[in-house]
């Protein structure tokens, strides 16, 4: 099955020590189960609605990532399941994450959204807005969510350096944030950059998750 083809030939690229998230948005539950089957069990998905359908049709130790953007008023439907939200891009997102991890006694991996792009259109923080949520009052005193790390969207172009430029940006970001905020927190150690068109290059500046769609699955419609 071509399928288990393309995941094998992924897998061959990912050294150990970086995790392999498979994006499986838009396709369907019988394409995840048979990733499942051959033992891959980390999903993600970019909207709320299909990720809960799919986390209730499909076995319950698959680990769901939430990686596009997140409304607030919807936080609620993830909270009792997600294993980490990728895209954190306020401290609004993060009060009302920490208020509903709280409601279902638990504690959520998140990683902060910089923004590394040039296009006006993807979401993210500025290193000045990340600083600032991370010395607010608000964020300090919050006991259920767990920062892991930072992650990031590169620019949609045929530009590799231009691409490379931007992951070596927010692997410095990680490295400033990481010793100013987070120096002997072991938890803070994780960067989700690339995906199908440039994993390759994330890992070779750092990547630690790499979210993997169309590579594995084929094109979306
Ligand atoms: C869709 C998506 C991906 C995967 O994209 P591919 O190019 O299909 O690998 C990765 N990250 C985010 C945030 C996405 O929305």
């Not at 590394?116 to 964020?139: C, N």
Request: with cysteine; aromatic share 8%.
């Amino acid at each position: 099955m071509s399928l288990l083809t393309n995941l094998a030939k992924v897998q061959e690229k990912i050294p150990t020590g970086v995790k392999l998230i498979a994006v499986s948005k838009t396709k369907p539950i019988e394409s995840i189960l048979a990733l499942y089957e051959a033992n891959q069990k980390v999903f993600g998905e970019n909207k709320v609605q299909e990720l809960v359908d799919k986390y209730e049709a499909l076995p319950k130790d698959i680990e769901w990532h939430l990686i596009g953007h997140l409304q607030t008023n919807k936080v609620k439907y993830i909270a009792p399941f997600v294993a980490c939200i990728h895209a954190v891009d306020s401290l609004k997102l993060l009060i009302e994450i920490n208020k509903q991890a709280i409601k279902n006694n638990r504690v959520i991996d998140c990683l902060l959204q910089v923004f590394i792009a040039e296009e006006e259109t993807k979401f993210g923080l500025s290193i000045e807005e990340l600083q600032a949520l991370l010395e607010s009052k608000e964020f300090i005193e919050m006991q259920n969510v767990r920062i892991i790390g930072l992650m990031g969207m590169a620019t949609n172009t045929l530009d590799e350096e231009k691409i490379r430029e931007e992951f070596r940006t927010l692997e410095n970001d990680f490295q400033i944030i990481k010793s100013h905020y987070f120096k002997f927190n072991e938890e803070f150690q994780e960067l989700s950059m690339g995906m199908s068109g440039d994993f390759e290059l994330a890992i070779a500046e750092g990547s630690t998750m790499v979210r993997v769609g169309s590579l594995i699955f084929g094109e979306r419609s």
